[in-house]
């Protein structure tokens, strides 16, 4: 039993840190505390769950298209919505232009959802993702928690190589610290904020494809997500990466455990959402720096 | 009668976002502060009346509730209005009574809300609202003896003992009036050295402050009048619709509002009249429009489409809003009457 648990909060947190640290990431860059980041794993759900239908295959060999497909979503969002309103609007007004486009995401995939329905006449609501299992050392394991740890781990370890290790991740890093400074060296700003909203969003989008092997799965699902990650974020220190990773498996052992604990002593397991905000709002009132406060000397 | 029914639906529903979109821009429109936990404020004037209006009549009339509220609220609710209809007094006393709990109960809130408010980022702050709002609503979705859970609860009504198109009239009337006391309290506070400090606090708080303004001061006023005039539409709200869900005071409703708000005009009392007149007019086009054609999926998605794409088109081509805000001028009426010609020349 408590060895299941384990598994679940583990699949949980390597979903939750893909969310997160796209969040953290555009948060860093573009400033935007983005209210559509849940929205993102959606789509990858309904792009993996779409092709999976008509190819007739597992939904994860779908991966690779989820990222793209997020990839390009992120590139239209920042040029057509973001980009004009750079340096120009304040952060409220960002925040609220990003509810919006919660509006708009959300509804354009429960409109794909009915029309996906009406076409090729397949549930698209409550959906959940037959798994496979995969044979490890001699050991059979649940598909989903090897292979959302591996990729989690790869996705990682590339945004890290990529950050640290190439040009154009040293860029990014600049423009987070200085964009003013950075544009006046030659950097493209713009270029870089078009960047990690691609990051950002494909790496929502594949997080979303392992959201159904957990949980059936609908088209609000992402936006009932959105607490945790932003609980995530903010316990990593709301300006870090590293931190919002740490902060992600937090929350997703916190939430698992809390959860089992609460029913086991007769309290509704309805109440999960408490444990995000309770520790939302500790964070952001007590000590705003965060996870990341341990390490950042700023 | 069914014209009187169609204008007490627009003129309630009006009134409610009127309240809704003058508390908000007072707090965010005026004072910059982004309240974007309305629909909870929203939701506690509602909860008062949907958990108090029962137990408070059944506790008038000297009946003690029995057995599980959540079932058997509608139950009493007949009863009581059939008290009601023949003593307009305990209706009115029942209306009051809530009206003032969700005023203090909202009131209270406002002052927790407003302890955050003066250290957080705007954003943070705007995050961690809408937080408090969602776990608001989850608490209120869950907890069954405050109003019911998913189930909802049954709402008295207070006005049973009118009959039936002078019932509406007065619902009207009530609504009306007290959408325009909500709206002349923030005329006048917006024209007045209140709102040209709230204004200023928006604009530069440190400048404000070392002009001897109480910025804590001010910033936890601005909020607890604003939440107290949210849970006067939510009783409004509640009292209408008969019924008193969860389930309807969503961040959708936090969104609808802020649109409202944007679209009208932030911190220009004109723009809380114009805002949601026009997302009512685009609301009941919608109504009315969906009736006549055939679409593959639902029509309501797509005018949340269309509203959200709205707002980013506003924010972008005209972030003023319909009725931008105006400097303010505050000099002897000569020297206006001068510069005024001065700008004709």
Known sequence: MIMDLLLDAIIYGNLLSLLAVGLSLTLLTTKVANFAHGDFAAVGIYVAYTLSIIF????????????????????????????????????????????????????????????????????????IFNDVSVNLLGLSVLGLFFISTVVTTIFLVL????????????????????????????????????????????????AGVFLPFRITV??????????SIFAAVTLGGLESLLGSVIGAYIIAFSETLGVYYLSQLGISTAYRPAISFATLTLVLLVYPRGIAGLWSKR | ????????????????????????????????????????????????????????????????????FKLNSLRYVMAINQSISKDP??????????????????????????????????????????????????????????????FGVGVVDFLAWARAPQREQLFLLISIILASLVWIVYYRLSTSPFGRALRAIRDNELATESLGR??????????????????????????????????????????????????????????????????????????????????????????????????????????????????????????KRLLRRENYR
């Open chain 2, 214 to 335: 109480d910025v804590v001061k001010l910033r936890m006023k601005v909020m607890v009048l604003g939440s107290a005039m949210a849970s006067v539409a939510g009783v409004i709200y509640a009292y209408y619709v008969g019924m008193v869900n969860p389930d309807d005071f969503t961040t959708s409703k936090t969104f609808l509002v802020t649109l409202m708000v944007i679209i009208g005009g932030r911190g220009n009392p004109l723009g809380a009249i114009a805002g949601p007149a026009v997302y009512l007019a685009f609301d009941r086009f919608i109504q009315f429009v969906k009736q006549r054609i055939i679409l593959p999926f639902d029509p309501n998605y797509l005018s949340y489409i269309i509203l959200g794409a709205i707002l980013i088109l506003i924010v972008n081509k005209r972030p003023g809003g319909l009725v931008p805000e105006k400097p303010t001028i505050t000099l002897p009426g000569e020297i």
């Open chain 2, 89 to 150: 007094l305990l209706g009115l006393t029942i209306f009051s009574m809530t009206l003032i709990t969700a005023i203090s109960v909202s009131s209270i809130a406002g002052v927790l809300a407003s302890y955050p408010a003066l250290r957080l980022r705007e954003d943070y702050l705007g995050m961690l609202l809408i937080a408090f709002s969602e776990t608001i609503r989850v608490i209120a979705r869950n907890y069954e003896p405050l109003v019911g859970g998913t």
């Open chain 2, 1 to 68: 009668m069914d014209a009187t029914f169609f204008l007490l639906d627009i003129t309630v529903l009006y009134s409610v976002y009127m309240i809704l979109s003058v508390s908000l821009d007072l707090e965010y429109g005026e004072a910059g502060l982004p309240n974007f936990a309305k629909a909870a404020f929203f939701a506690l004037g509602a909860f008062s009346v949907g958990a108090l209006s029962v137990r408070l009549g059944a506790f008038l009339l000297g009946v003690g509730i029995e057995g599980d």
């Open chain 1, 159 to 206: 945004l890290y190589l990529f950050l640290f290790k190439t040009k154009v991740g040293v860029a990014t890093r600049a423009v987070i610290e200085n964009p003013a400074l950075s544009e006046a060296l030659g950097i493209s700003v713009r270029r870089i904020y078009a960047l990690s909203w691609m990051l950002s969003v494909a790496f929502a989008c594949v």
């Open chain 1, 56 to 127: 007739n295959a597992s939904p994860y060999l779908f991966l690779p298209a989820s990222f793209v497909s997020g990839a390009l979503l992120g590139l239209v969002i920042y040029r057509v919505v973001f980009d004009p309103l750079r340096e120009r609007a304040s952060l409220v007004t960002l925040m609220v232009v990003s509810m919006a486009l919660d509006f708009i995401l959300r509804y354009s995939i429960h409109i794909c959802a009915d029309v996906l329905q009406r076409s090729l006449r397949v549930f698209s609501r409550g959906i």
């Open chain 1, 218 to 227: 609908n088209p609000d699902t992402g936006f009932s997500m959105l607490l």
